[in-house]
């Protein structure tokens, strides 16, 4: 009896571990997302007409800028994130403000950023020996796969929606 309440004891800690690192992720993702919009409105006031250096094709850039996320915030454990979505707000500001629907590409990027905060916290929380990272690597593939898939449709869409001029 004394072994299952053990047991039920680490389940229960897996769990408030899991909910910390979701905690933590959604919050960076938010104030990276809050810093993307931050990145677009100081463009616009101080008047800064950076042009977006890509191949082109939307569906392989934005594919590239999720993929970039996505290994970024793996690598720097989430903590570099805000300051990526406010230097891709900066960027990608003059290919916003002329067709407002490129906003959308911001769900692809949170998805990307979210799915690399959860693997860095969970290898972190593996490393620690809290954590095993086994059991979550299906859904973080799953939550990349989702970003990527996000990125190539709204790339392919754009080119057959109109302009959109909202801001």
């Known amino acids: ?26 919050i960076l993702v938010i104030t990276s997302s809050i810093l993307f919009f931050v990145g677009i409105v100081a463009a616009y006031y101080f008047g800064l007409n950076e042009s977006f250096l890509g191949t082109g094709n939307l569906i392989l850039d934005f594919t590239a800028i999720t993929i970039a996320v996505f290994f970024l915030s793996v690598f720097f454990n989430g903590y570099l994130s805000p300051l990526v979505f406010l230097g891709l707000g900066i960027k990608l500001s003059s290919l916003i403000l002329d067709n407002n629907f490129l906003l959308m590409f911001l ?20 490393v620690s020996g809290k954590l095993d990272f086994f059991p979550l690597k299906k859904k973080i593939f799953i939550r990349y796969a989702v970003a990527i898939i996000l990125s190539v449709f709204v790339g392919a869409v754009i080119p057959f929606i109109g302009e959109i001029k909202i801001l």
């Open 1 to 26: 009896m004394f072994e299952t309440e053990t047991r039920e004891a680490m389940e229960g800690k897996k769990l408030n571990i899991i909910r910390s690192i979701k905690a933590t992720s959604l």
């Open 107 to 126: 769900v692809p990027l949170a998805f990307a950023s979210y799915a690399g905060l959860s693997s860095a916290m969970a290898v972190k929380e593996a």
